[in-house]
């Protein structure tokens, strides 16, 4: 049995090598059906060896596509291979916001010592979502003096604070499987070692031998790994030291609040005075929402994972495009990000400027009997506050290069109504038609991504397969072409770099650098005759009524502008009159024969 060439490297189930090896045996000893059956002992082992052969061939195979993060099905190789690709997989974020509280006018009459004292991590709990909010501040307690009436500003983060105390070994590199239960927020950690607080670094290398650091990952197999130093990087906490790891468990996305003046929170947590009574600081205190907290995540899932391991920095800085959107897209905020850079458009001043284009993940404000007609434009865009928070997350994170700058590019909105032509079958009801035509072409324009242009072809292919529908013609129509029409002229904006003579300007935020280059922009406007075909870059519509979509424009199917009648676009959905979204019903209908019935299903089919 020392020759095995019988076997067939296409065949190794193992029924197929069972019956190659029967063939095998058969030609060998032409006694196969007599001494070699199922009762034989030999044929017996055989058969234990075959299913042998077949795990180590399910292993190997196993194995081997485990090696590579595209292929691999595991959650802990996936983490593990990321790991080693100098990703830590984001383990979510906490909401993040901001509160201002003063004493109330019965304050006064009602606090016996001279100051009411509220405890840092504070317990607040808000009355829309149910979620508790932690007071965060870097020292022991909030006070507020009793003669002060003005409102004091204190921000606030989603979730629970927890710790976990181990006991150091002083191994050097010695590390720890931190057990959690729920989300943890990614960065909001801290590490004392003998009630000394440590520092947190990103690797070993970033620490000096007397540095009183920390390493904190995402635990391969949950929870969280911490590691210490070896005493060349990084020191070893003394034998017997007490560490204590602090972590806030979080709720993800679901701590984040919309911006309403109806934001309530209460106090869960009570405050003292200097003589140590407790009190209600619901009775005492007038609290006010300033900044609702936002920019709260779920964990990172495997699918994400495969997908932006490969773009992690791997010196950990934040240098390129594709390492802020390795960064930034963990937080699951965007239903679009880009980020990029200029450095091909002959403008040499804004070559080490990165550039973000970032819309907010709109399906996730939408509420009950709400849609995309029905939600409120400004919830398509980032607001002020929102875009000062990712601000705030880059310049928190400490990997930016000092050499870079980020400017968040505004989307501009260029808005279009939709017009649609339905012949519908007999027997079918026109309100029904239509609410389905607008539920589908709301979950269309809630999901769609592409960001070069939009096809009618993609909206009259799901509009075709709704019962009642024989037909469908669509007509986009574009508010910038309306307008020219109505005004008997476009502008024609005309942009030129030139050298100059190198000027200090200000940037913003007080920043100031030398300009060598100039941007200068023309604009003028262009007469053209009543019905005359308009220039594709002017009205936004390719030759096919498809949209063209500039690199910062957003196309949004909704109201509130003039036609070139003057008349102003509803912003609503209607059957039968001009809309945002507008659905006219050609008649009569169709009448729903046999023939047509089988012509139609066959055509959806297709």
């Given at each position: ?27 060998l ?5 007599e ?6 002992p030999?044929f ?146 801290r ?32 929870g969280?790994d ?43 947590s ?15 205190l007038?609290l ?35 390492n ?40 996730k ?16 865009f ?131 650098k ?93």
């Amino acid at each position: 049995m020392a020759n095995l060439t019988f076997l067939q490297k296409t065949r190794i189930q193992a029924s197929e090598l069972l019956d190659d090896t029967k063939t095998y045996m058969g030609r060998l000893y032409s006694r196969l059906g007599e001494v070699f059956t199922p009762a034989s002992p030999f044929f017996q082992i055989i058969t234990v060896l075959t299913e042998l052969s077949e795990l180590i061939f399910f292993y190997i195979e196993d194995s081997t596509v485990e090696q590579n993060i595209i292929t691999a099905q595991q959650p802990e190789s996936i983490y593990g291979l990321a790991r080693l690709a100098g990703h830590d997989a984001f383990r979510g974020s906490s909401a993040i916001g901001e509160i201002r509280v003063r004493l109330n006018t019965s304050a006064n009459s009602e606090i016996a010592g001279d100051a009411i004292n509220i405890s840092a991590n504070s317990v607040i709990k808000s009355n829309g979502n149910g979620l508790e909010y932690i007071l965060r501040t870097n020292n022991d307690q909030f006070r507020i003096e009793k003669s002060n009436f003005n409102y004091i500003r204190i921000p606030i983060i989603q979730g629970s604070q927890e710790s976990q105390t181990v006991t150091a070994t002083g191994e050097a590199l010695q590390s720890f499987n931190i057990n959690t239960k729920g989300y943890t927020d990614h960065y909001a950690t801290r590490v004392s070692v003998n009630g000394e607080l440590w520092s947190r670094h990103e690797t070993l290398y970033d620490m000096m031998p007397d540095t009183k650091g920390y390493l904190i990952k995402t635990g391969i197999s949950g929870g969280l790994d911490l590691y210490f130093g070896n005493g060349s990087f990084g020191m070893i906490p003394p034998a017997g030291s007490s560490i204590v790891i602090e972590y806030i468990v979080h709720g993800g996305e679901a701590g984040n609040l919309i911006d309403s003046k109806d934001i309530t929170f209460k106090f869960q947590s009570e405050g003292s005075d200097s003589s140590g009574q407790s009190y209600d600081l619901n009775k005492i205190l007038e609290l006010e929402c300033t900044l609702a907290p936002k920019m709260g995540a779920y964990p990172e899932t495997i699918k994400t994972t495969k997908l932006i391991a490969p773009l992690a920095s791997k010196s950990f800085v934040l240098a390129t495009p594709d390492n802020y959107e390795y960064f930034l897209s963990r937080y699951g905020l965007f239903s679009y990000l880009d980020a990029y850079n200029t450095t091909d458009d002959g403008y040499l001043d804004d070559d080490n400027v990165i550039y973000l284009f970032m819309l907010p993940n709109a399906k996730k404000k939408l509420t009950k009997n709400k849609d995309y007609f029905s939600l409120d434009v400004n919830e398509f865009f980032f607001s002020s506050d929102e875009k000062n928070g990712i601000l705030g997350l880059l310049e928190n994170s400490g990997q930016q290069m000092v050499t870079t700058e980020v400017q968040i590019v505004e989307p501009i909105a260029k808005y279009y109504r939709m017009d649609i032509k339905i012949r519908y079958f007999e027997g079918y009801s026109k309100t029904n038609i239509f609410t389905d035509i607008r539920s589908k072409v709301s979950d269309y324009l809630m999901n769609i991504t592409r960001r070069d242009r939009l096809p009618k072809s993609d909206l009259i292919a799901i509009i075709e397969g709704i019962d009642g529908v024989d037909s469908v013609n669509i007509r986009f129509v574009s508010e910038t072409e309306e307008t020219a029409r109505k005004n008997g002229y476009y502008t024609s904006t005309t942009t030129t770099v030139t050298p100059s003579t190198p000027t200090l300007e200000t940037i913003g935020n007080g920043k100031q650098k030398f300009v060598f280059f100039k941007r200068n922009t023309t604009t003028a406007n262009v007469n053209f005759a009543p019905g005359a075909p308009l220039p594709e870059s002017v009205i936004g519509l390719d030759s096919f009524g498809d949209i063209i979509l500039g690199k910062q424009e957003v196309a949004m199917f909704r109201g509130g502008w003039k036609d070139q009648t003057g008349i102003v676009v509803p912003d609503d959905a209607r059957a039968g009159e001009m809309a945002a979204l507008s659905v006219y019903f050609d008649e009569p209908p169709v009448q729903n024969t046999i023939y047509s019935t089988i012509q139609t299903q066959n055509r959806k089919k297709m």
